[in-house]
């Protein structure tokens, strides 16, 4: 597994600003009271607030799971299937070898040929865990997955009952087709917070004034929704340079409605949905 992204953030380090002494996070021992060496430092889970299960990488290393020493593919599905939110983040898998190299290239081969992901389980960190088996450029990327009891259910977050119109909606769309691009490419898609910071320490680097600070466009209390709408969309056309008319109320099209499939004797029901019950009430995977 090797990351499939890299961090172009700035970071900082703290410093103890009378003399510019670098300040450090230090492990210390609460009993002794005296920093510790790493190789004195072990994981352990706190069956109580007396009682400590130490933990060795070695038993880490070992757990007693098919996954354990590999990934292991459970099923495939089809990638619009997956809700994004489970979805987390992704590393490039690289074949073990010669051996590897053409079961490697056919599971590639097989993932580009079809419309579905593979759903697998691998052990990373100490626990088991959830992945996503998709393929980029022919190399095979695998995305770290939430179970489904880790996602919260966001029900309680739902704004107070209000009701939209059909015009409020159309126009919702119609601003929506003035925003839609091709690619996440240009420079709207620019990490301008990290741009930001540069020309503050390079300012500062050469003794220079700091660059002015842009006052943030307010956004007005909306007393008009369909107004506001019609604004937004010719900003947005204004933004892309079209100079045409205001975009009129979007074709709203019926969704099909999916046709209820025939059930034949050789039709099995869906398989672990008496194990997903009984796993619903289970102990938190972290210790």
């Given at each position: 597994?090797a990351s499939?992204?890299e961090?172009?953030?700035?970071?900082?380090?703290?410093?103890?600003l009378?003399?510019q002494?670098r300040?450090r996070?230090r492990?210390v021992?609460?009993?002794?009271?005296?920093?510790?060496?790493?190789d004195?430092?072990?994981?352990?889970?706190?069956l109580t607030?007396?009682?400590l299960?130490?933990?060795?990488d070695?038993?880490?290393s070992n757990?007693p799971l098919?996954?354990?020493?590999?990934?292991?593919i459970d099923?495939f599905v089809?990638?619009e299937?997956?809700?994004?939110?489970?979805?987390?983040e992704?590393y490039?898998?690289?074949?073990a070898?010669?051996?590897?190299a053409?079961?490697y290239?056919l599971?590639?081969k097989a993932?580009?040929?079809?419309a579905k992901?593979a759903?697998a389980?691998?052990?990373?960190s100490?626990?088991e865990?959830?992945g996503?088996?998709?393929?980029?450029?022919d190399?095979?990327?695998l995305?770290?997955?939430?179970w489904?009891?880790e996602?919260?259910d966001p029900?309680?977050?739902?704004?107070a009952p209000?009701?939209?119109s059909?015009?409020?909606?159309?126009?919702a769309?119609?601003?929506?087709?003035t925003?839609?691009?091709?690619a996440?490419?240009?420079?709207?898609?620019?990490?301008r917070?990290?741009?930001?910071?540069t020309?503050?320490?390079?300012?500062k680097?050469?003794?220079?004034p700091?660059?002015?600070?842009?006052?943030?466009?307010q956004?007005?209390?909306v007393?008009?929704l369909?107004?506001?709408?019609?604004?937004?969309?010719?900003?947005?056309k204004?933004?892309?340079?079209?100079?045409?008319?205001?975009?009129?109320?979007a074709?709203?099209?019926?969704l099909?409605q999916?046709q209820?499939?025939k059930?034949?004797?050789?039709?099995k029901?869906?398989?672990k949905q008496?194990?997903?019950?009984k796993?619903?009430g289970?102990?938190?995977?972290?210790?």
């Amino acid at each position: 597994m090797a990351s499939a992204w890299e961090d172009h953030s700035i970071h900082f380090h703290q410093y103890h600003l009378p003399d510019q002494g670098r300040v450090r996070y230090r492990k210390v021992c609460e009993l002794e009271d005296r920093e510790v060496s790493q190789d004195e430092i072990g994981k352990a889970y706190e069956l109580t607030k007396t009682q400590l299960i130490p933990i060795t990488d070695e038993e880490l290393s070992n757990l007693p799971l098919p996954t354990a020493k590999a990934i292991e593919i459970d099923a495939f599905v089809p990638l619009e299937s997956v809700d994004p939110i489970r979805i987390a983040e992704g590393y490039y898998l690289q074949p073990a070898g010669q051996v590897a190299a053409k079961p490697y290239k056919l599971l590639v081969k097989a993932l580009s040929r079809s419309a579905k992901v593979a759903v697998a389980k691998y052990a990373w960190s100490g626990r088991e865990r959830l992945g996503l088996l998709r393929v980029r450029d022919d190399v095979l990327v695998l995305h770290a997955m939430r179970w489904p009891d880790e996602i919260r259910d966001p029900t309680e977050l739902l704004p107070a009952p209000t009701e939209v119109s059909e015009e409020e909606i159309a126009g919702a769309l119609a601003l929506m087709d003035t925003m839609t691009v091709d690619a996440l490419e240009g420079p709207e898609f620019t990490d301008r917070y990290t741009e930001a910071i540069t020309q503050i320490i390079e300012a500062k680097r050469e003794d220079k004034p700091l660059p002015a600070v842009e006052e943030p466009e307010q956004p007005a209390q909306v007393l008009d929704l369909m107004a506001a709408l019609q604004e937004s969309v010719s900003k947005a056309k204004a933004s892309r340079g079209d100079a045409g008319p205001a975009a009129g109320p979007a074709d709203v099209h019926e969704l099909p409605q999916p046709q209820p499939k025939k059930k034949t004797a050789a039709q099995k029901q869906p398989a672990k949905q008496t194990e997903a019950k009984k796993t619903a009430g289970r102990r938190p995977r972290s210790a």
